[in-house]
């Protein structure tokens, strides 16, 4: 398969990466379905489409024509079967637990046409861990995308040994196809690039708050004004989801049982509390 071939993108989960990452490709001009088992997760994310485009065109960013024809290219549904039953390539952008990928790459493996590509979003969960769970390894990758997807440009593309160059190389013809700077990684490694440094940032900054050397605001302050980041640790954490930071460090526990890759004390205590950041309103800072 070639990339003029691909013509419908199914797009699984309508949370934050999901239904931007939707929205990029139906930009580009894809047929795009988004789905999510959560009914009010779609209703979020068609609302966010049909705020974000009128607002583009208001800004110069976008022509009323181009709003247009993106917002008639996506849809949105609860049923898996219909959004995945005739898609030409699959982006999964679900929780980061491996047991609910896997189980969704069985299915998807049963509904979709045999020629079609399905692909992880996941941030560290490498594909191999995934891609035996098909019947097509060969066409089974990570297509690593940024937050906010509709601003980052950079996509990391993962060939794992089992991934075909066929696969890797339509991957980033798509990523290309989408305005996107694709990266392609011929390797796989826990982390992939971006997330592996950031990772070592990130660990230090919550040991130091964990010891209460510093506060996280004050780590946040250290790192923006003497290294020059756009955002401290702790509120990239808040944008991206404290949630997410404790399932990735659970996950990588329970893989290696090396204590060090424990989510820190204060990503547990907030995940406890149900502080994730900016979606419940509240994380290392309060969002009105």
């Known amino acids: 398969m070639r990339i003029e071939d691909v013509k ?11 239904h931007q990452i939707a929205l990029s490709a139906a930009l580009a001009g894809f047929k795009v379905s988004c789905t999510d088992i959560s009914l009010q997760m779609l209703e979020k994310a068609e609302e966010f489409a049909r705020t974000y485009l009128p607002e583009r065109v208001s800004k110069g960013k976008l022509t009323q024509q181009m709003a247009d024809q993106g917002l008639s290219n996506i849809s949105f549904t609860q049923s898996l079967e219909e959004a ?56 089974v990758c990570n297509m690593h995308f940024f937050n906010p997807a509709l601003v980052m440009k950079l996509v990391e593309v993962v060939q794992g040994p089992h991934t075909s160059t066929e696969t890797a190389q339509l991957t980033m013809d798509l990523c290309e196809k989408m305005g996107k700077n ?68 659970m996950e990588r526990y ?22 994730w950041g900016r979606k419940t309103k509240k994380g290392f800072y309060a969002y009105e």
């Not at 692909?119 to 098909?134: C, G």
């Open 182 to 249: 694709g990266v392609l990684l011929k390797k796989e490694i826990y982390g992939f690039l971006v997330n592996r440094i950031l990772a070592a940032l990130h660990h230090e900054a919550q040991f130091l708050a964990d010891m209460g050397i510093a506060t996280p605001e004050e780590i946040d302050v250290a790192v923006t004004n003497a290294l020059g980041h756009p955002m401290g640790p702790f509120r990239l954490l808040d944008f991206t989801g404290i949630d997410l930071a404790y399932y990735i460090g």
């Open 254 to 275: 329970q893989e290696t049982q090396d204590l060090k890759d424990k989510p820190s004390p204060l990503i547990v205590e907030k995940f406890a509390k149900g502080e």
């Open 84 to 139: 995945a039953g005739d898609a030409d390539f699959v982006i999964e952008a679900a929780v980061e637990m491996i047991n609910v990928k896997r189980k969704l790459f069985a299915d998807l493996d049963r509904i979709t046409p045999p020629q079609a590509i399905l692909a992880t979003n996941s941030s560290f969960i490498v594909s191999s861990k995934i891609a035996d769970a098909t019947k097509r390894p060969d066409k």
């Open 8 to 18: 419908k993108i199914c797009v699984i989960g309508a949370g934050n990466m999901g």
